[in-house]
């Protein structure tokens, strides 16, 4: 695979080179002259070099038996990537002229479809021949609770993985009855496992344990198969969560089980904060012309300032200061406790339809969300996004009573989430809570692309504003 992906790197770039050339009308002297360049050979064996790296730092050559497809191409275009972006670094430092931006197009394209297309027909062929028989490893499982029994038959039912669950190895305790009403057989106890291990054909070791009684044992169990050399693997999820993935993550030569919550993670991350830092940037300049008016009018229509900069929550709790356009009295705050009694909402929240400290233009900017709009500053700072959960203010956080309720700031805040076009304001805030971990559980570009263009009608509605 190492030879097939290098020879894929040079097909590509070779391809990309020939259609780009052919399109400049380079003579055929002038393209034999760029290909003997004792600079281009060495920049050309730099690049060949480096390609292998990346693929290896990808994971492209260790097994992919456990990987999903999905996961696979997603490393694959990550690889390509990477290494097209390399190239164009290279035609920046030693002025490579046929890399042009429709050379790294044809390069990309050939490199990363070749690659995928080679991937998926070598997983199909594995798939074949395990099913067929071959190409099988027998695993063995340290624990006999539920768990471990689950785990042992999500891997004989995924027959396409090709392995074979040989037996258990556990001491006697209260859940043994269960165990064995189960179709899997208890080949030893710990203290034969050196002896099964010696005489018996172990390609794997799964430890499912529970780590907090059985600590001792599981670390023996990790020192016989390091001290015969045989692969073992730990069932991750050592405490049970029902929200929270497991992440294997490596520090200088200790690895730590990261257990994560929010759906926001990886490469799709820095995409979306590249599209908040570009439309917030494009927006304000569009939109400045209404900003400018909407300040005038706002110091034309009552004292005080333009701005109204409040403390709130963003991600992990953070305090920022949120901008909004000012649309109360200057003493509104102030007078929170004289009308706190008329609270329309339940939950910690505080929100009236007729607020007597809003001003006329106010009422208009808040009906028409033009009071948010000093927001795509915030979100060019990175102290939010143009889509996440609404910031609450500090008041209404220490109005929270569950915890589950706080995982919202796990993920940083936006303009515009679930809420806003669901209804706003005329929503619960146990339903707006809902809403919001919704979309941290099931978060994707997509979703954030519906829910940006679902904003838009629900704004021209003013549906549930306050």
């Known amino acids: 695979m190492k030879l097939f992906d290098l020879a894929v790197m040079m097909f590509a770039f070779g391809l990309a080179t020939v259609i780009v ?63 097209t972006a390399l190239i164009l670094i290279a035609r920046v430092v030693v002025h490579i002229a046929l890399v042009t931006p429709e050379f790294l197009v044809i390069f990309w394209l050939t490199a990363s479809a070749t690659t995928i297309a080679s991937r998926m027909i070598m997983r199909s062929l594995l798939r074949r021949a395990r099913l067929h028989g071959r190409n099988l490893r027998d695993m063995l499982v340290v624990g006999t609770n539920a768990r471990a029994v689950q785990f042992a038959r999500r891997m004989r039912e995924n027959h396409a993985l090709g392995y074979r669950v040989i037996g258990f190895v556990d001491e006697g305790w209260a859940g043994m009855t269960e165990f064995h009403q189960s179709e899997f057989k208890l080949v030893c106890d710990f203290a034969g496992l050196t002896e099964f291990l010696r005489h018996n054909v172990v390609d794997e070791v799964v430890v499912a344990l529970p780590m907090r009684t059985l600590h001792s044992q599981a670390s023996q169990v990790a020192a016989i198969c390091e001290e015969q050399g045989i692969l073992i693997r730990f069932v991750s ?16 030569g200790d690895s730590l089980i990261t257990h994560y919550t929010g759906g926001l993670d990886g490469w799709p991350v820095v995409v979306k904060r590249a599209v908040d830092i570009a439309f917030s940037a494009v927006l304000i300049v569009m939109l400045s012309p209404l900003l400018v008016l909407t300040a005038i009018l706002i110091k034309l229509t009552s004292p005080g300032p333009v701005m109204f900069v409040q403390k709130r929550l963003g991600r992990n709790k953070r305090h920022f200061g949120i901008y909004k356009f000012r649309t109360m009295v200057v003493d509104a ?22 607020d007597p400290r809003i001003t006329p233009l106010g009422r208009f900017l808040r009906k028409t969300s033009i009071d948010e709009l000093p927001q795509l500053i915030n979100v060019f700072k990175g102290d939010m996004s143009l889509v996440g959960p609404r910031p609450l203010p500090i008041r209404d956080y220490q109005g929270f009573s569950e915890d589950w309720q706080r995982r919202r700031f796990s993920v940083r805040p936006g303009i ?12 619960s805030f146990e339903k707006w809570m809902e809403l919001d971990l919704q979309y941290i559980d099931k978060w994707s570009l997509w979703l954030d ?15 549930g504003a306050a």
Not at 32 to 57: A, D, G, M, P, Y
Not at 238 to 252: A, G, H, N, Q, T
Not at 333 to 354: A, D, T, Y
Request: glycine share 6%; aromatic share 10%.
């Open 21 to 83: 050339s052919q399109r400049a009308a380079i003579s055929l002297a002038e393209f034999l002259e760029l290909r003997i360049k004792i600079q281009n050979f060495i920049t050309f064996t730099v690049l060949l070099i480096v390609w292998h790296q990346i693929f290896s730092i990808f994971g492209m050559y260790a097994s992919r038996r456990l990987a999903g497809r999905w996961d696979e191409i997603v490393d694959i275009l990550k690889a390509t990537t990477l290494g």
């Open 237 to 252: 999820n050592l405490f049970d969560s029902k929200i929270s993935r497991p992440r294997v993550e490596e520090l200088e």
């Open 333 to 354: 705050e102030k007078r929170m406790r004289e009308i706190e009694h008329l609270n329309e909402v339940s939950g910690p929240v505080f929100k009236i339809k007729n």
């Open 416 to 427: 515009t989430c679930l809420w806003q076009i669901g209804g706003r304001s005329s929503i």
């Open 449 to 463: 692309f519906e829910i940006l263009v679902k904003t838009i009608p629900a704004v021209l509605r003013g549906s």
